[in-house]
Each structure stands twice: as C-alpha cells, then as structure tokens.
C-alpha cells in the first residue's frame, strides 16, 4: 500500500468472504450510512466485506465511519485522486470472490447480492453485471443497463428487454475477482468518469458479457459527486468538469478499441465534437464551454497520444469480437440530438470536487 494511503483494518475481519463490496466515498456524509446500512441488511447468507476508500474528504466522513463502522475496512488517502484509483485500490485490499463496487450514493435493494452472486454462478462464463437503477428521489426507473451510440453515448434502456448490454454504470458493478485482474481494473490515467464504459467495452471486446439481470435493484442520487447524469425536471443540468472527463475519456475508449479501420469514423467523430463545441458556445454565449470542455478533450487527447497508442496496440492483441459483432452492440441513432429534441439545450454550472 502506498505512504499516501492510511489502512484502518476491520475490527472484526471477515473470513473467506464471497463478495468484496467496496465504497468510494469523496465528501459523503449525506449518503454514506444509507449506503452502508443497505450492505450490511441484506439478505444474504454468505460471508461479504465491506471496504471503503475515503478519497481526502474535506467533511467528517472519515472521523464518521471510523466511529459508527468499527468492522469496516477503511483506507484513507492524503490526496484525492479520483475514482478510479479509489476502487483500483480497494480491489487491491478485497479479498472476496467476487467484487461489488458501490457508490457512496447508492443503496441496494435487501436480495440485491444474492442476485447477483445466483446470476453469476448459473452463467458459463462469468462476465460483469449490474442491477436496474432507480432514482433515489422519485423512485423512477433510471436504466436496466445502457446501449451505445456510435460515439459511445450511453443510451438508457428503460424497459427490461434483453439482459446483455453495451455498458454498466460503476454505480454498481459486480465482477469477479479473476475479471477484474485480468482486464486490469480502471485505467488510472482516466481519473474519473467513463472507466465503467472502459471495462464494459474491454470485457465485450474480450468475449466476456455485460448483463443486468431483471431483478432486484438499487437506489442512486444520480449527479452527487460531479452533477448532471440524467435530466432534471426535463432539463439537462450538467457541470464543466463532468462533461469534459466524459468527453475526453469517451474519446480514450473508441481510440483504445475501436478497430483500425473504422478511422474515418475517429475523424468523424473530432469534427462533430469540435462543432458541437462551437454551436453550443454560440447559442448560449458561453466561451468556457469551448474552452473548458471541447478543446480540452482535444488538446488532452493529443497530449495523452503516446499513451493510448501503447495500451491500444495491448489490447488490441486480446480482441475476440468480429467487425459484425462490433457493430451489433452500438445503436445507430446519435444519443446527444435525441436528447436536445427530448429536453433542450443543456445548461453548464460550476460545482466543485
């Protein structure tokens, strides 16, 4: 474990556990015990641990869990480093079978693991799986997982249909223990947001499934940490930063694995994103959203090039998935216009991490 990281052991470590449930929690002193207390009343009888990454709060999370939550394992980091380094390292300590990544805004309904867990064992071969997402303030269906678009826009499936889909929230995500070493975990140099799309699109491309069984469930305050996710009273809401991790990281992805020879559909996609860009700026007389989110995915897209073509000539070599099952798992219709017709021109705020 790194000088940077405090290791609170459990005081009562649990033995042989099934499943390791690990918690990444930035600031969450308004979630964290729902999101505990869902854990550990759960209906399931195996053994499960429970590890929480406390990313340098700045509230009384960390003073909050070492008092209320003695038998929880807790690593404590000096320096915020983001989402994919906080599970990265609690994988690390996990000693499960299987492992459940949680958000600190999340709850699982009570039969939420023995779903997972019978789901998982009946499949030949165990690939990565989630739950239908609910809204935690209305209750309402969220998603029973997500297609993709051609761009890697994630696109909501609201009625239970198909189990196998395109990608799965980090929200919760159950992956078997052997899956997660052999893909490698989140790519660090992500830092936050579309290292679930990384890992789905890695595990498909590798052929293993992403599936969302049809039943149980879990809670989300969607937005918490970085805002936006879904429309809010038929509005998009989103903030800078957000928007350009997703945009920039969703770029890393079609870069990492899509194959080589759809690079007039890389072309494509730089000038869209650039125009978009600037149509947005535009109409809403906004500068920043040009600066801030569009040319920064450029720019960090260029400067990061050495690195995406190291690791894509590696993963490259462990694709399985033909061109035709390529295109089968994206949808063919843009996400981002749909949305625009559905909701309007989003609006940009500032909220800080």
Not at 23 to 49: H, K, R, W
Request: charged share 20%; hydrophobic share 40%; proline share 6%.
């Amino acid at each position: 474990m790194e000088m940077a990281v405090e290791h609170r052991p459990s005081a009562k470590p649990v033995a042989k556990p099934v499943c390791s449930v690990c918690i990444a929690n930035y600031n969450g002193m308004q979630t964290i015990d729902a999101c505990v207390d869902s854990v550990l009343s759960q209906d399931f009888d195996l053994p499960v641990e429970i590890i929480i990454h406390d990313d340098a709060s700045t509230d009384a999370s960390v003073e909050h869990i070492n008092n209320k939550y003695p038998n929880i394992e807790l690593l404590i980091s000096r320096e915020n480093k983001g989402f994919c380094i906080s599970n990265n390292r609690m994988v690390d300590a996990a000693s499960g079978q299987y492992i459940l990544l949680l958000n600190n805004d999340a709850e699982l309904y009570p039969n939420a693991l023995d779903t997972l867990h019978k789901y998982s064992e009946n499949q030949q071969r165990p690939g990565i799986l989630s739950l239908p997402q609910y809204d935690r303030a209305t209750g309402d269906i969220i998603d029973y997982g997500m297609d993709l678009d051609p761009f890697l826009n994630p696109i909501p499936r609201k009625t239970a249909k198909k189990q196998q889909v395109g990608t799965v929230h980090g929200a919760c995500l159950w992956v078997p223990t052997g899956l997660w070493h052999k893909l490698g975990g989140f790519p660090e140099w992500f830092e936050s947001v579309a290292e679930d799309l990384y890992l789905c699109v890695y595990a498909w491309n590798t052929g293993y499934s992403v599936e969302v069984p049809n039943k149980s469930g879990y809670l989300h305050w969607v937005g918490q940490s970085f805002g936006g996710g879904i429309p809010k009273e038929n509005k998009l809401i989103t903030t800078y930063e957000r928007r350009a991790l997703s945009e920039r990281n969703k770029t890393y992805v079609m870069l990492l694995f899509y194959p080589w020879y759809t690079l007039p559909h890389f072309i494509l996609h730089f000038l869209l994103l650039l125009t978009e860009g600037a149509v947005l700026s535009l109409l809403l007389r906004n500068v920043l959203i040009w600066k801030n989110i569009y040319v920064k995915a450029f720019t960090d897209t260029l400067s990061n090039r050495s690195q995406i073509l190291f690791h894509r000539r590696r993963l490259q070599l462990n694709s399985q998935l033909r061109f035709s099952s390529f295109i089968s798992k994206l949808k063919p219709y843009p996400r981002k216009l749909q949305l625009i017709a559905q909701h309007g021109l989003p609006s940009f705020i500032t909220k800080d991490r």
